[in-house]
C-alpha cells in the first residue's frame, strides 16, 4: 500500500509543478511586452548629417 501511496504523491507533485510552471510562462510572457510608444522610442534615426547645418553651427 506505501508504494501506492508514494506513486499518487509523485503524480500530484508532478502535475502540481507542470501547472505552475505554465502559468509561470504565460505570466512572464504577459508582463514582459513592450509598450507601443516605448517601441516608437526605438526607432532608429536618420545616419544621414545635413553638412550645412553642421558646418553653420
Do not use: C
Not at 501547472?19 to 510562462?25: A, C, G, K, S, Y
Not at 512572464?28 to 536618420?46: G, H, W
Amino acid at each position: 500500500m506505501s508504494g501506492k501511496y508514494f506513486l499518487y504523491i509523485v503524480i500530484a507533485t508532478f502535475i502540481t509543478a507542470l501547472i505552475w510552471l505554465t502559468t509561470e510562462v504565460i505570466h512572464s510572457q504577459r508582463k514582459n511586452q513592450i509598450s507601443p510608444e516605448v517601441q516608437s522610442l526605438t526607432e532608429p534615426i536618420n545616419p544621414n548629417f545635413d553638412i550645412k547645418v553642421i558646418n553653420d553651427l
